[in-house]
């Protein structure tokens, strides 16, 4: 059985910083290609980073500079960094692992920015 389980979430002044992990079972991130998904109340679930099998990262424009994803393959976790955080990154944050079908989500956890 296949699970994603994300933690790291929390509350944190606009500035702070934050680390989310994703830790997998069931599967090898290693030969996935992984991502971080949020999703604000009302609004579509949107892509935030994404690592492949080789490496090679994606980021959106509007986390650029500031986030940054990454692997531990021996830990079978990928990570999101998140630095510079603003009020508009408070959202619920979702690790997804795809290699063709099917896909997996994590259950989210919540970041909110605030003062």
């Known amino acids: 059985q296949v699970q994603l389980v994300e933690s790291g979430g929390g509350l944190v002044q606009p500035g702070g910083s934050l680390r989310l992990s994703c830790a997998a079972s069931?599967?090898?991130?290693?030969?996935?290609?992984v991502a971080w998904f949020r999703q604000a109340p009302g609004k579509q679930r949107d892509l935030v980073a994404r690592?492949?099998?080789?490496?090679?990262?994606n980021y959106a424009d509007s986390v650029k500079g500031r986030f940054t994803i990454s692997r531990d393959s021996a830990k079978n976790t990928v990570y999101l960094q998140m630095n510079s955080l603003k009020p508009e990154d408070t959202a619920v944050y979702y690790c997804?692992?795809?290699?063709?079908?099917?896909?997996?989500w994590g259950q989210g956890t919540q970041v909110t920015v605030s003062s």
């Open positions: 069931g599967i090898s991130f290693s030969i996935y290609t």
């Open positions: 997804n692992a795809v290699r063709g079908m099917p896909t997996y």
């Open positions: 690592i492949n099998s080789v490496g090679i990262t």
